[in-house]
């Protein structure tokens, strides 16, 4: 069964600074997707980033890239330039192809509470 | 457009008792997938719905079920519930079940007493 550990539960940063939040992951699949997640407060869960197992190239949208590394098996999500509405839970996600052409439910991390200090 | 709509926000329900859960996706999407999150266990996958059918379920008893309707717009039931079903229920909707980004609603916390 594929797992996904975050081993930070809670990172804190200072507004404007950089925070690297790290993820891993286990499988025997080789296509898949990862997900970083963000859960504020109001409880929904917000899409920030996704990355395809079989492009080389690390996702990045606006302040938030990952540094994906197949081979170890690790999915890093980096916070540039943070700002108060950072603040949330961050969630890991894996998902994986199925043989019915479809794709399997989200496997999750534990998650990670981050903290932003003003 | 609006976003997934989960209702209720909030329920309270005895031990033993049913509980249906109503969720209706985003115009267009026609898949549905729902989420359990609890403190201990974290977000588990319960099933997933795709044109009125079950394509995907997770590890979880018969208690759980789901169906999806022609509109996909969808329910999840909780029979006989039990104190540990406490828990913020999310669903997701995609346009299909393939790599399409879910868009997640604010969930429904159900609590058991």
């Known amino acids: 069964a594929q797992t996904v550990t975050q081993s930070q539960p809670e990172m804190s940063v200072q507004e404007a600074e950089t925070v690297t939040l790290s993820c891993t992951y286990d499988t025997s699949e080789s296509d898949y997707y990862l997900f970083w997640y963000k859960q504020p407060p109001s409880r929904q869960m917000i899409l920030v980033i996704r990355q395809e197992a079989y492009k080389q190239q690390n996702a990045t949208e606006n302040r938030f890239s990952v540094n994906f590394q197949k081979a170890a098996k690790s999915f890093s999500l980096k916070i540039s330039d943070s700002q108060l509405g950072d603040a949330a839970m961050y969630f890991c996600?894996?998902?994986?192809?199925?043989?019915?052409?479809?794709?399997?439910?989200?496997?999750f991390g534990k998650g990670t509470h981050l903290i932003i200090q003003p | 457009k609006a976003g997934v709509t989960q209702t209720p926000r909030y329920l309270i329900k005895t031990r033993g008792q049913q509980v249906t859960l109503s969720c209706s996706p985003i115009?267009?999407?026609?898949?549905v997938s729902w989420y359990q999150q609890t403190p201990g266990q974290g977000l588990q996958f319960l099933f997933e719905?795709?044109?009125?059918?079950?394509?995907n379920k997770g590890n979880f008893p018969g208690r759980f079920s789901g169906r999806q309707f022609s509109n996909s717009r969808s329910e999840m039931n909780v029979s006989t519930l039990e104190l540990g079903d406490s828990a913020l229920y999310l669903c997701?909707?995609?346009?299909?079940?393939?790599?399409?980004?879910?868009?997640f609603g604010s969930g429904t916390r159900l609590t058991v007493v």
């Open positions: 719905y795709f044109s009125e059918t079950q394509r």
């Open positions: 997701a909707s995609s346009l299909g079940t393939g790599d399409y980004g879910y868009t």
């Open positions: 996600a894996y998902r994986a192809f199925n043989s019915g052409g479809g794709a399997d439910g989200l496997t």
């Open positions: 115009s267009g999407h026609r898949s």
